[in-house]
């Protein structure tokens, strides 16, 4: 069922004649009874090519006012704006609001493929559209030609870049960006773990520095693109040589230089200027260092992987590829969910209890509450880590991720469309 319903007016000069007014009310009139009788937002998107007006806090177009269209568009809301990337945002940020997700674009024939591309640059799968040709006379001076031709030469990379450039001009939200770092590492490295400000991102459960996208989140790549560039201007690493973990809860480890496998949940690389990351929302984003060998490491860590041992899987691939000692490698776990928040079926439990008692809390109940980050530090020391080349707490570090909405992301708490933090390390040039 249509949920929303967007009409595109956008770069028509409408024939003055009362038959082309007759024709847009009739066209109007269609939208709203019966298809989108029942839908929740109708908007109308225009620009000022249709002479549009700001009065006090709404834009009023001159067509509105006669043949009995003004009454007929108090159902629909104008977004006016010339450009299309700042229109859609906008349409995109009220369809949010309303956690919407079936949307009918009515659109003149000429722009169907350009509104298509915007749509696909600032909108994810979790959308759907169905598209319909807007049926209205234009004058007939050349200009329909003119705007066709004009709308076939507009390259994708010139989208892609209208929209850069505007979401660039955008405030941070929940203030700036904050980068948690510790002395620990030592100054030839870049590194550090973020939080949730200083980013674009406006969904509340994505709000502000969300760092990954997917097909089951209402952020599209192109805005966490936009909060990458500023966490790396922030931080001053290359958002051009920038590489994260393709999660699979497991303890795969790329090498880097070595063919990329499909999946993996840790990287390790000596390549200067190359910057890595792991991503976390409750898992572990863990940082490796070797000041010796100049190597460096990131792991994801979450239940799965922590049994599994992909912290150690780390560290053994740095030991094997760059000669790196265990006594040299210095290892930092990011924030994660605390034993207060997360909690797993008894078998599962039992595995941690295993591993250590102090790993479980509430071992007799049927979900037993879970100390991942202890069970880390657990495997690191047994492995040959040094207690002392272990920091997972002070600086924040240690906070409970779901106890910290204001500071992080969390999908124990946020549920499904949960943002992305991450922890991440680089070799400076």
Known sequence: MTEAVLIDLSCLRLNVQKNCHQTLLKTLNAVQYPQAAKARFLCVKCCSDISCKRDGEHDTCEWETSNGLSVLLREFETVSNPSIAASLYTIKQKIDEKNLSSIKVIVPVHRKTLMKAFIDCLFTEVYSFEFEDLQVPLRDDGLLKHSTERNKDYEFEEIQNEIETYLRSLPALKGEITII?????????????????????????????????????????????????????????????????????????????????ASYDGITTNQRGIT?????????????????????????????????????????????????????????????????????????????????????????????????????????????ILPHNIQDKGQDLGLCTSCNPEKFFSHVRDGLNFGTQIGFISIRE
């Open 276 to 384: 890595i990351a792991a991503l976390g929302a409750d898992c572990i984003p863990i940082v490796f260092a070797d000041p010796v060998k100049k190597a460096c490491g990131v792991a994801h860590s979450g239940w799965k992987g922590t049994l599994l041992g992909v912290a150690m899987a780390t560290v053994n691939a740095m030991r094997a590829e760059y000669g790196s000692m265990v006594e040299d490698i210095i290892v930092v776990l990011g924030p994660c969910v605390g034993p207060c928040c997360f909690t797993l079926p008894r078998k599962a439990a039992d595995a941690f209890h295993n591993l250590h008692p102090a790993c479980v809390q509430l071992l007799d109940s049927p979900n037993p509450y879970i100390d991942i980050r202890k069970a880390t530090r657990i495997l690191l020391e047994r492995g040959g």
């Open 181 to 261: 770092t510790t002395p620990l590492i030592p100054d030839i490295f870049i590194h550090g773990f973020t939080t949730r400000t200083g980013g674009i991102s406006y969904i509340p459960t994505l709000s502000s520095c969300n760092l990954f996208s997917s097909s089951k989140r209402r952020d599209p790549k192109i805005v966490v693109q936009e909060n990458l560039r500023r966490l790396a201007t922030a931080a001053g690493f290359n958002a051009e040589k920038f590489y994260h973990i393709k999660t699979d809860h497991a303890n795969e480890v790329w090498v880097m230089g070595n063919k990329e496998p």
